[in-house]
């Protein structure tokens, strides 16, 4: 079976739709008054800077990936 993976900018951008959303929700939802309300800039702000921080975690995570798996291939080869 095929595995099916995302492309880069539609997992970010599905990144982004869903911490706006857990932001939005809790500062809806939440139990503290002064952050009721609501404000659309500052909520996709924070999104985007939080997305922003997962890009960087994902691109240090795939190149660590990236020189492992060669560090193994190159092992391999000298066997």
Known sequence: MKKHTLRPWRRYALVF?????????????GPW?????G???VHSALAACLT???FA???VW???MRLRNKKNENLNNND
């Open 52 to 54: 922003a921080v997962c």
């Open 17 to 29: 739709v869903c911490l706006l959303a857990l932001i939005g929700a809790l500062c809806r939802f």
């Open 39 to 41: 404000n659309l800039l």
């Open 62 to 64: 795939r190149k660590a």
């Open 33 to 37: 008054e002064e952050y009721k309300d």
């Open 57 to 59: 975690v994902d691109y």
